[in-house]
């Protein structure tokens, strides 16, 4: 079954270093997502992709992150200047078309210290 | 600003029972409706979805209810297994919207 696959799974970084979060969505998917969890809360959407831009992004998803596709399967996120409250699980996600089903990574844990 | 919003945060269901998870929403404008299951250390898992034309959907041992005039859905597991234990998420989206708005799950424990 295919399946959306994130690395690394865990990455610990110190405050203010930057970081590159990466995803192999499913291949016949266009539309790539990056949501994340904090501890104990729900999960956060960040950022939907389509055509090679952003089509939206949440009020978290500020001037320090970014989401690329630098070629035709990789999407990454890249924070610049990590923070204290960065730290979370990041899930990258994709979905073939505009609305249904969205298919998850197993997330990458992040930890700023 | 909750618009989804799931009150239980844990549930203990004896094996073989009803497993009964509740959600309530408050954006009007929400009309696609999924659940999504989540074990630890791994990414959420779509289970089942209803559109806000439908009162019912099921599949297999998962039935949704979407009560659109109350803003509530909830899920049905019957019979309830070991495996089903694990956080429950539902997430709701608008029309013209792909962002899914998450709530903030319920753990569902099955008592064997």
């Known amino acids: 079954e295919p399946e959306v696959t994130q690395t690394p799974s865990h990455q610990v970084t110190q405050m203010g270093q930057e970081v590159i979060l990466r995803c192999v969505p499913i291949s016949n998917h266009l539309y790539f997502y990056w949501y994340r969890q904090i501890l104990g809360q729900k999960v956060e959407f960040l950022v939907s992709f389509y055509n090679n831009e952003i089509s939206e992004k949440s009020e978290i998803f500020d001037d320090q992150f970014s989401v690329e596709r630098p070629d035709g399967s990789n999407f990454t996120l890249k924070i610049r200047s990590t923070k204290l409250e960065d730290s979370a699980m990041y899930f990258c996600a994709s979905r073939e078309g505009f609305t249904g089903e969205l298919f998850f990574g197993e997330g990458s844990r992040l930890t700023v210290l | 600003d909750q618009q989804v919003k799931q009150n239980s945060p844990s549930l203990s269901v004896q094996e073989g029972r009803i497993s009964i998870l509740n959600c309530d929403y408050t954006?009007?404008?929400?009309?696609?409706f999924l659940w999504y299951k989540k074990y630890p250390a791994e990414g959420p898992t779509f289970l089942i979805s209803?559109?806000?034309?439908?009162d019912k959907n099921e599949d297999g041992r998962f039935t949704v209810f979407l009560n659109k005039s109350a803003k509530h859905l909830s899920l049905h597991i019957v019979p309830s297994q070991p495996g089903d234990s694990a956080v429950y998420f539902c997430?709701?989206?608008?029309?013209?919207?792909?962002?899914?708005?998450f709530g903030t799950g319920t753990r569902l424990t099955i008592i064997p």
């Open positions: 954006n009007s404008m929400f009309d696609y």
């Open positions: 997430a709701a989206s608008s029309f013209g919207n792909e962002k899914l708005t």
């Open positions: 209803i559109s806000s034309i439908k």
